[in-house]
């Protein structure tokens, strides 16, 4: 007898989160910090990594790749990654991150040249409500050309009263 699912349930996620309540955990605080569970699967990053499946790597080096993202705003869209797989900035490592930055400094000249682009923005979404779709650090070089219309948001105002209240709420939590 074949089982078919027809529920619509999403799939577990290979990730919990690290720190519970009433144990004491730097990550308690942090619910964006995730430490993979034993049900892990590696990343669609991590094949990549291993070659398991196919990539247009730029760079590669012990920490850290470089490949084009397979459906690219605009050409030359590149995310770099570290190895070492974890699911967002605040999870990797600080050494990791400064490798990632460092392969971003290098390879994004390099992408300017080649596609003729004047500048570039970096993105990394953390979060599935900030548009995360893949679970493995990542952050975005997406060149830009005059008037492209890419990535525009709207800015709002804000009264001083207003900004110093969420400035003294965040710096609480520093
Ligand atoms: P984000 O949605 O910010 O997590 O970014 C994930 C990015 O990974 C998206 O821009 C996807 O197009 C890209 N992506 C997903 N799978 C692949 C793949 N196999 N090769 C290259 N890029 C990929």
Known sequence: MSFRFTGTRRPRSPYRRVGFAGID??????PLVFQRSQLHMPSIF????????????????????????????APGHTLVVPKHEEPNLLASSEEDMIAVIRAVRLVAP??????????????????????????????????????????????T????????????KIKNYL
């Open 157 to 168: 105002t804000m009264s001083a009263e207003a900004l110093d209240e969420v400035s003294a």
């Open 25 to 30: 955990s730097p990550f308690n605080e942090n």
């Open 46 to 73: 991590s094949k990549i990594i291993a070659r398991e499946i196919p990539a247009r790597i730029l760079y590669e080096d012990d920490q850290v790749i470089a490949f084009l993202d397979i459906n690219p705003i």
């Open 110 to 155: 390099a992408i300017l040249k080649a596609v003729g682009a004047e500048g570039f923005t970096t993105t990394s979404a953390t979060g599935a409500v900030s548009g995360q779709s893949v679970f493995h650090t990542h952050i975005h070089i997406i060149p830009r050309f005059p008037n492209d219309g890419h990535l525009s948001w709207q800015p």
